[in-house]
C-alpha cells in the first residue's frame, strides 16, 4: 500500500516529537543571536536592533587578545595534529605495525578519557616537567587529543581505498614518495582537510583541558568567555559568542561535506569565509609594545577596566597579560600546579589566609607603596592579614538581599524573606557552596563559618525546605533576572547590584538585620612572581586616587581608597549597594577557611542541588 506523505499542516507525531527536540536543542542558540542585536545592555529586555555590542567587541583589546590566543593554538594544533594524524593512520592501514592492537588502544584512548581526567594529567605533567604554562602548554594538549580524530577520519577514507591503484603506480616505475604525493594523496585529501577542520573547531571551542595548562597571556576565547558569564553576562559575549558559533557551524558543516566527498568549489569557499571572518575579528583591539617589562596579572573578571590596563602600560612602558579565574579555589589549583607564573593575583580574604599558610606568597616591600595610606583604616590590618605584610586591599563588597521595590511592597530586612511563600518562583538564590549555606545558618543565628555538623545540616535542611520556592541558583545573572522581573528577590553580590539599581531603581539592596557576608579582595604577589619590581609598581598606580576611582566607577564594587571618594560617581557613593550604612557592616562576617569541614559543606550543598 502506497503511504500517503506527511503534510507540513498535519505533521505525524514522529515529525512533531522530532521538531520538538530540534527546537530544545537550538532555541538557546537562537536566543542567544537574537539577543547579540539587542541594543540593551541586558539580554532579557529587548530595546532594539543594534551593531554596537559588535563594535564594541572589536575594541575589546582583551577579548580580542583571547581570540587571537584561540586562532594561534587553533592553527597550530590542526597543523601538527593533522600531520602526525595522517601519518599515523596511513601506518596503521598500509604497513606491518608492531603491537598494532595496543598502538590503536593508545591512539583512541584520548576520546574515551573524560577531559577533566585529560586535563589534570596533562596540567600534572607538564609541572613535574617544569615546564611553564603558556600557549605551547596549551598547544601541546590540544594535539594530543586532536590526533585521535584524524586517525579515525583518515583511516576510514584509507580503508576503502583499493590498494591497486598505488601497486600499479608502484609497477609503473614510480617511488614511494612520488606514489603517496600523485596517487593517494589527492585520494585521502578531502579525508584529511575534513580531519583538519574538526580538529580546528575542537581545538576553538575547548575549555575543559585548556583550563588547566593555560598560563599568563595565553586564555582563549572559551576561558574568557566562560569567566566573564560566571561575574555576569555581558553584550559584548553575545556577540563574540555569535561569530565563533557562526564559524563553528560552518567549518562543521563544511567538514562533513568533505568527508562525504561532496566537496565543491564553494564549500572551500565557504571554509575561507568563516576562517576570513575570525581573522578580521581578531585583528581589532589595540595591542601595545613594551620595552619595561610584562605583568602577568591573574584577576577575577571585570574587574580591571581597560582603560586602567592602558594608563599603567604608558606610563611604565610595561604589557600587562591578564588571565581570568571563576572562583578562589580555581586560583589556588592554578598556583599549586607549578605550571603558572604570576606577578599579581587578586584572592579573596579567606584565600590570602590558605596561600599564606602554604608558603605561596611573599612579603610585601611596603617602603615603595606610598598610596597604602589612601586606604580606609576599617579595612586595613584585618584577622586574615593583620599587618598587611602579605595583601593590600583591593575592593570590598556584601553579599545581601536585592530585591524589587515596585513587587514587593513589604519591608525587607531579613532573611526571612527568602523563604516566603508568597514569592515562589520569584526566589533567586547564588550557585555557591557557602553563600546560601552561610545565609541560612545567619538565619538560624548561627556562624557562617559555623564547623559544627548539627549547625550545618540544619542549614542544608533549612534550603531543602526552601527549593520548591526558589526559581534558579544562579551566581552570574541575578541582576538580569531583577531587572527583568523574573526574579523579585534575590541573594546577591553588591557590585552587579549597584549596576542595576544605576539602570533600574525599583530594585533595592539591604544588609539583613541577621548579618551576611563581607569579603575584602586583595592584591598579592606569588612566591614564584618574575617581575617583583613591576608588581609594586602596579600595586601603588591602583591605589592612586584617580586610579581607584576609575575602578570603582567601572565595576561598580565598592571602593575602600579614602582619597578616591570625591572623584567616585556621587549617584555610585549613595548607591546602597554600593555603599552601605557603616553600622549595617558591624553584622556582617568575613567566610575563614574552615578546614576538613569543608567537606561537610559540600557533601550537603549537593544533596541540596540534587533535591
Not at 102 to 109: C, Q, S, V, Y
Request: proline share 5%; net charge negative.
Amino acid at each position: 500500500m502506497r503511504r500517503k506523505p506527511t503534510s507540513l499542516l498535519s505533521p505525524s507525531p514522529l515529525s512533531l516529537a522530532t521538531g520538538l527536540v530540534y527546537l530544545f536543542l537550538y532555541a538557546p542558540i537562537l536566543v542567544l543571536v537574537t539577543l547579540s542585536f539587542n541594543s540593551s545592555r541586558f539580554s532579557t529586555i529587548w530595546q532594539g536592533f543594534t551593531w554596537h555590542w559588535y563594535a564594541l567587541a572589536w575594541q575589546d583589546t582583551e577579548l580580542i587578545g583571547s581570540l587571537r590566543a584561540s586562532l594561534i593554538v587553533g592553527f597550530t594544533t590542526t597543523l601538527f595534529a593533522t600531520l602526525i594524524g595522517t601519518a599515523a593512520a596511513i601506518a596503521l592501514v598500509r604497513y606491518r605495525v608492531r603491537f598494532k592492537r595496543a598502538t590503536e588502544g593508545l591512539i583512541f584512548l584520548p576520546v574515551i578519557i573524560p577531559e577533566i581526567v585529560l586535563g589534570f594529567a596533562t596540567a600534572g605533567l607538564f609541572g613535574v616537567l617544569g615546564i611553564a604554562f603558556g600557549l605551547s602548554t596549551i598547544i601541546a594538549a590540544h594535539v594530543a587529543f586532536s590526533i585521535s580524530y584524524v586517525v579515525f577520519i583518515v583511516r576510514a577514507k584509507l580503508a576503502n581505498l583499493d590498494p591497486a591503484l598505488e601497486e600499479a603506480a608502484l609497477d609503473l616505475g614510480a617511488t614511494r614518495l612520488q606514489t603517496f604525493l600523485r596517487v593517494t594523496l589527492p585520494l585521502i585529501l578531502p579525508a584529511v582537510i575534513s580531519a583538519a577542520l574538526l580538529v580546528f573547531t575542537l581545538s576553538l571551542d575547548d575549555y575543559v583541558i585548556t583550563s588547566f595548562v593555560s598560563g599568563p597571556g595565553s586564555a582563549t576565547l572559551p576561558l574568557k568567555i566562560y569567566s566573564m558569564v560566571k561575574t555576569g553576562v555581558t553584550p559584548e559575549i553575545n556577540a563574540i559568542s555569535t561569530v565563533l558559533l557562526a564559524v563553528t557551524m560552518l567549518l562543521v558543516v563544511v567538514s562533513e561535506r568533505m568527508a562525504s566527498g561532496r566537496h565543491s568549489r564553494w564549500t572551500m569557499g565557504a571554509a575561507a569565509c568563516g576562517v576570513a571572518l575570525l581573522v578580521v575579528f581578531a585583528l581589532g583591539g589595540q595591542t601595545h609594545k613594551a620595552r619595561g617589562g610584562e605583568l602577568n596579572v591573574f584577576i577575577w573578571s571585570n574587574y580591571l577596566p581597560d582603560s586602567v590596563i592602558t594608563e599603567f602600560e604608558q606610563r611604565f612602558d610595561a604589557k600587562i597579560n591578564i588571565e581570568l579565574y571563576d572562583s578562589n579555589e580555581a586560583l589556588l589549583a592554578k598556583l599549586k600546579s607549578g605550571g603558572a607564573i604570576y606577578d599579581i593575583i587578586v584572592p579573596s580574604d579567606y584565600m590570602v589566609t590558605v596561600l599564606r599558610e602554604q608558603g605561596l606568597l611573599q612579603e610585601l616591600n611596603r617602603d615603595v607603596l606610598t598610596n597604602f595610606s589612601n586606604l580606609d583604616p576599617q579595612f586595613v590590618g584585618l584577622p586574615y592579614d593583620p599587618t598587611n605584610q602579605y595583601s593590600i586591599p583591593y575592593m570590598w563588597g556584601t553579599t545581601g538581599i536585592a530585591y524589587r521595590k515596585d513587587k514587593i511592597l513589604e519591608p525587607v530586612d531579613s532573611w526571612a524573606s527568602l523563604w516566603d511563600v508568597r514569592y515562589k518562583d520569584r526566589i533567586a538564590m547564588l550557585d555557591d557552596v557557602r553563600e546560601p549555606l552561610g545565609a541560612a545558618l545567619k538565619f538560624l543565628g548561627k556562624s557562617e563559618n559555623s564547623t559544627e555538623p548539627s549547625e550545618v545540616e540544619a542549614a542544608a535542611r533549612l534550603l531543602i525546605e526552601q527549593k520548591p520556592l526558589v526559581k534558579a541558583y544562579d551566581s552570574g545573572g541575578f541582576d538580569q533576572m531583577l531587572l527583568s522581573a523574573d526574579a523579585w528577590i534575590a541573594e546577591a553580590y553588591s557590585g552587579q547590584i549597584a549596576k542595576a539599581i544605576a539602570d533600574n531603581p525599583f530594585i533595592g539592596y539591604v544588609i539583613p538585620k541577621e548579618g551576611c557576608t563581607i569579603f575584602v579582595d586583595n592584591m598579592c604577589i606569588p612566591r614564584s612572581a618574575l617581575h617583583k619590581e613591576l608588581a609594586h609598581e602596579f600595586m601603588n598606580f591602583v591605589h592612586e586616587a584617580k586610579t581607584a576611582a576609575a575602578i570603582a566607577n567601572a565595576t561598580g564594587y565598592s571602593s575602600l581608597n579614602l582619597a578616591a571618594r570625591i572623584l567616585i560617581r556621587p549617584d555610585l557613593l549613595t548607591n546602597e549597594a554600593a555603599y552601605p550604612p557603616r553600622d549595617a557592616l558591624e553584622r556582617c562576617e568575613f567566610i575563614r577557611e574552615i578546614g576538613p569541614m569543608i567537606d561537610v559543606y559540600d557533601r550537603w550543598w549537593t544533596e541540596i542541588k540534587s533535591k
